[in-house]
């Protein structure tokens, strides 16, 4: 008789890292730290509002000088968990590049719908770029990570102004195609059906035409993270766009965004086109 396949231990990430519950408090502190140094340089505009819900808000922080262009960061927690102040310091590096970066919040899952999730990022981007002109580089971890894709996606909720200043994708552990996780008790709280999922599945959307994607993701991450960005990168390299993926040796889930907080690593050079 076939086993049958362990769905929630597939997509399951905390309980197959070691010390996998001190990194959320390590994450907030990190952030906590450096939200206060910047906000004490006056770089730092909280909490901005970009919608009418009171979690529709953006962190923007602003580099020293005249910004090149924006970075927006996407958090992840399975579109049910996290919000804006837990990672702040990943703006370290882009910033040290002369960056602005934008930080946004979102309403949860099951308040909210992944596709409203959807367009809530696309509400929070539009006005991030608003607020900063130049080049837009977009990147998000996890959840995040396909929020992102989905920005780049045909059918991404960005007005085609928006969409034309976007120079770099870099979709970090993402999820591309959302099917499996109906088979998750998290469905419990995503709700998800297979119309909501095809639809907003960017390994299953058609990409726009020209764009530039990194699938990001560690080589010590659970099977299914790397077989989700590899997947996507696949799929989307048959289209008119420039797709690649990135397997960071040694790191898992939970550490594979550290670059982002370094300005000399591959990782944030990656998504500044460096």
Same mark, same amino acid.
């Given at each position: 008789?076939?086993?049958?396949?362990?769905?929630?231990?597939?997509?399951?990430?905390?309980?197959?890292?070691?010390?996998?519950?001190?990194?959320?408090?390590?994450?907030?502190?990190?952030?906590?730290?450096?939200?206060?140094?910047?906000?004490? *340089?006056?770089?730092?505009? *909280?909490?901005?509002?970009?919608?009418?819900?009171?979690?529709?808000?953006?962190?923007?922080?602003?580099?020293?000088?005249?910004?090149?262009?924006?970075?927006?960061?996407?958090?992840?927690?399975?579109?049910?968990?996290?919000?804006?102040?837990?990672?702040?310091?990943?703006?370290?590096?882009?910033?040290?590049?002369?960056?602005?970066?934008?930080?946004?919040?979102?309403?949860?899952?099951?308040? *909210?719908?992944?596709?409203?999730?959807?367009?809530?990022?696309?509400?929070?981007?539009?006005?991030?770029?608003?607020?900063?002109?130049?080049?837009?580089?977009?990147?998000?971890?996890?959840?995040?990570?396909? $929020?992102?894709?989905?920005?780049?996606?045909?059918?991404?909720?960005?007005?085609?102004?928006?969409?034309?200043?976007?120079?770099?994708?870099?979709?970090?552990?993402?999820?591309?195609?959302?099917?499996?996780?109906?088979?998750?008790?998290?469905?419990?709280?995503?709700?998800?059906?297979?119309?909501?999922?095809?639809?907003?599945?960017?390994?299953?959307?058609?990409?726009?035409?020209?764009?530039?994607?990194?699938?990001?993701?560690?080589? *010590?991450?659970?099977?299914?993270?790397?077989?989700?960005?590899?997947? $996507?990168?696949?799929?989307?390299?048959?289209?008119?766009?420039?797709?690649?993926?990135?397997?960071?040796?040694?790191?898992?889930?939970?550490?594979?965004?550290?670059?982002?907080?370094?300005?000399?690593?591959? $990782?944030?050079?990656?998504?500044?086109? $460096?």
């Amino acid at each position: 008789m076939t086993k049958k396949f362990d769905w929630d231990a597939a997509y399951s990430n905390g309980a197959y890292i070691p010390g996998g519950n001190d990194f959320p408090p390590r994450w907030k502190n990190l952030a906590a730290e450096f939200r206060a140094e910047i906000a004490a *340089a006056g770089r730092l505009r *909280a909490d901005i509002s970009y919608g009418p819900h009171e979690r529709n808000t953006l962190d923007l922080f602003m580099p020293r000088g005249e910004a090149k262009g924006l970075v927006v960061f996407v958090h992840g927690g399975y579109w049910m968990s996290f919000d804006k102040s837990t990672w702040s310091h990943l703006a370290k590096g882009p910033l040290a590049h002369g960056f602005a970066v934008a930080i946004p919040s979102y309403v949860l899952c099951p308040q *909210a719908r992944i596709s409203d999730i959807t367009v809530q990022i696309a509400t929070a981007i539009t006005h991030a770029a608003a607020e900063v002109p130049g080049p837009v580089h977009l990147t998000g971890h996890s959840a995040g990570g396909h $929020l992102v894709a989905r920005m780049a996606c045909f059918t991404s909720p960005l007005s085609q102004p928006i969409r034309h200043r976007i120079r770099k994708t870099v979709a970090i552990s993402t999820l591309g195609d959302l099917r499996p996780l109906m088979k998750t008790r998290m469905n419990e709280t995503f709700h998800l059906d297979a119309v909501e999922a095809r639809l907003e599945s960017p390994s299953l959307l058609e990409p726009q035409e020209g764009v530039d994607i990194t699938a990001w993701v560690g080589g *010590a991450e659970r099977p299914e993270f790397v077989r989700q960005s590899t997947l $996507l990168a696949n799929i989307w390299s048959g289209f008119e766009c420039n797709v690649n993926v990135v397997v960071e040796p040694e790191k898992h889930h939970f550490n594979v965004i550290d670059g982002l907080a370094d300005a000399d690593h591959a $990782l944030t050079r990656t998504l500044l086109c $460096l």
